[in-house]
């Protein structure tokens, strides 16, 4: 059943936009995810950032609150 899977972009997708207004880095996402050591999560995020609607850029994490190379949806 292809069409009931749920990719990782998909989930981090979902994530980013229930942050919304506010960035996630790749590393809250990564321990939501719990894909840790897989490195998956940067990949996806990567992928996410250079698509269209999303944009990541050095900031505030709204999770773990460091400053880091955070993603978020543009408005
Ligand atoms: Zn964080």
Sequence with gaps: MPSHRITVRD?????????????ICDRCLTEMLDLKGR?????????LARSNGYHRVSGKCHRCREQRLVISKLP
């Design 39 to 47: 490195g998956h999560a940067n990949t996806r995020t990567g992928e």
């Design 11 to 23: 989930m981090i997708a979902a994530i980013i936009a229930a942050m919304e207004p506010n960035a």
